[in-house]
């Protein structure tokens, strides 16, 4: 079992930024890769970028160059640090884990294994 808490969301303008963390705990030994997904109401839960073992990285296409996932493996502590925030990346961000070894790279939300509460994130215009 891995546990997930999130934070770091918040009501921004657009244009501004905020960073969002999420720490694991648990059998973090387990942990593939990590990610980060959301869900705005009446929309499905979609991977907004994503982190592997070996530190490749992923994002969704609506993010590149905005977003910056990491990752402190002595910690097992997850980030993304959004800048350049738009009113359409208000959403309820979760952090999540892939332990399974296959795919290297987990793009679809169908991938990750455990799951955080969530942590709100607002952009106004």
């Known amino acids: 079992q891995v546990q997930l808490v999130e934070s770091g969301g918040g009501l921004v303008q657009a244009g501004g930024s905020l960073r969002l963390s999420c720490a694991a705990s648990g059998s973090s030994f387990s942990i593939n890769a990590m990610g980060w997904c959301r869900q705005a109401p009446g929309k499905e839960r979609e991977l907004v970028a994503t982190i592997s073992s070996g530190g490749t990285t992923y994002y969704t296409d609506s993010v590149k160059g905005r977003f910056t996932i990491s990752r402190d493996r002595a910690t097992t502590t997850l980030y993304l640090q959004m800048n350049s925030l738009k009113p359409e990346d208000t959403s309820m961000y979760y952090c999540?884990?892939?332990?399974?070894?296959?795919?290297?790279?987990?793009?679809?939300?169908?991938?990750?294994?455990?799951w955080g509460q969530g942590t709100q994130v607002t952009v106004s215009s």
């Open positions: 999540a884990v892939a332990t399974r070894q296959r795919p290297l790279i987990p793009i679809g939300v169908d991938d990750y294994d455990y």
